[in-house]
């Protein structure tokens, strides 16, 4: 399975969770409580099932909260992986990551299933095993991709964080980029012209 080489980021991101335990028993409107986590409430499977720390306040999303990841997973998160979600106050039931729904500059984003309402999980694009097709896609229309959400915060003391015309991440993928193309084609129903020919 491809996987991104972060280039500019190898060996920057913590591995421990960023956000401190919040004294429940005072208001402070600097540094409110986390919210709710989703109620994901998959039977513990054979696989294995990862705890991801998330930040303690989501954004809303089209459909649903969306949580982002906060610190490095123990691997790479890619879809149909069971996980935990843990903020610095609670933790969530087991969910599975499931089809993207987002793709950015810097972030991918997964449907999480396994509870009764909708939510998301958004992983910086280092810490994520992407499908050759989205991988490609990455790569090929890298400058076409929303620029925001902006990057984690592991990331922003990175120089090439700055360049809006490079793309500073690198994939291993094994598939015929011209197969991939024609893939694309087929789902965005656009056509690939050969290079020279004219369109009428």
């Given at each position: 399975m491809p996987r991104p080489i ?102 991918a984003q997964f449907v999480v ?88």
């Amino acid at each position: 399975m491809p996987r991104p080489i972060p280039n500019a980021f190898q060996n920057t991101a913590p591995r421990s969770g960023i956000a401190e335990q919040q004294d429940s028993s005072r208001w402070d409107p600097q540094n409110p409580p986390s919210f709710p986590l989703p109620r994901l409430c998959l039977k513990d499977m054979d696989d294995d099932v990862i705890e991801v720390q998330v930040f303690d306040r989501p954004t809303t999303g089209r459909r649903g909260m969306v949580w982002a990841v906060a610190a490095r997973p123990e691997k790479q998160l890619s879809a149909n992986q069971y996980i935990v979600l843990k903020t610095s106050t609670r933790t969530s039931g087991v969910g599975r990551l499931s089809t993207l729904n987002g793709l950015f500059r810097h972030w991918a984003q997964f449907v999480v299933a396994g509870g009764p309402t909708p939510c998301s999980l958004r992983v910086p694009i280092p810490w994520v095993c992407l499908s050759p097709i989205e991988c490609h896609t990455h790569s090929t229309r890298y400058l076409t991709l929303p620029k925001t959400p902006a990057p984690h915060p592991a990331f922003l003391s990175n120089p090439l964080i700055a360049k809006d015309d490079e793309n500073p991440y690198e994939f291993e993928v094994w598939e015929d980029s011209a197969v991939l193309d024609l893939r694309l084609a087929r789902i965005y129903n656009i056509t690939i012209w050969p290079e020279g020919a004219r369109r009428h």
